[in-house]
């Protein structure tokens, strides 16, 4: 059995911190789940433009407000809490944040920790290059 806090994560190398979010991977591939569970903070004013091109992830809206665009379409979809986005397509979207979010999601296959965007808003593979910053 796996137990732990989200405040003790808080507190690791299990939080990471980039431009517009910061993210505590409570549940990543080295606890051999077959998927990870991060609890992230979207700031209040970002916009986010990603494409999980590598991975699936349902998003699950605990706190706050904004909206989910798709690209391919132009449909934009509101954010509240009890709202779950999921993103079966590897959908384009773009992430608006009107006031700071807190999100449940969850990624198939898992994040390893470290991850961050790269240039098109994805997440890299196992044997890519991972980026510390």
């Known amino acids: 059995m796996i137990v732990r806090t989200l405040k003790e994560a808080q507190n690791s190398e299990r939080r990471i911190v980039s431009e517009g979010w910061e993210s505590v991977r409570l549940l990543l591939k080295s606890d051999g789940m077959g998927f990870s569970f991060h609890i992230t903070t979207i700031h209040e004013g970002a916009e986010l433009e990603l494409w999980y091109k590598n991975h699936l992830e349902s998003v699950y809206c605990i706190e706050g407000e904004g909206e989910v665009e798709t690209m391919d379409d132009g449909v934009v979809h509101p954010i509240a809490p009890g709202t779950i986005y999921i993103l079966d ?37 196992e044997g890519e290059e991972i980026r510390d910053d």
């Open 89 to 125: 397509k590897h959908d384009r979207h773009i992430l608006r944040c009107r006031r700071q979010m807190t999100m449940a999601c969850v990624f198939n296959p898992p994040l390893h920790g470290k991850e961050v965007h790269d240039a098109d808003g994805a997440y890299k593979l």
